[in-house]
């Protein structure tokens, strides 16, 4: 599963949180990055997705 979420929620001080995750296993992700950069957050998104179709 791959998560894409703004943490704190609703907070200006947050940041764009990427999980990718299998069997539900939160505690323990397959890929994790945190920036408050939108343009590094599309740059992650690749590498996300390919940990997302390995597991």
Known sequence: ?????WYPSFS???QFVVRVVATS???T???LHSTS???ELT???PRAV???VAS
């Open 50 to 52: 390919a940990a997302a």
């Open 29 to 31: 992700p397959l890929y």
């Open 43 to 45: 740059d992650c998104l």
């Open 25 to 27: 296993d939160w505690d």
């Open 37 to 39: 950069d939108a343009k």
């Open 12 to 14: 200006e001080e947050g």
């Open 1 to 5: 599963m791959l998560d894409i979420g």
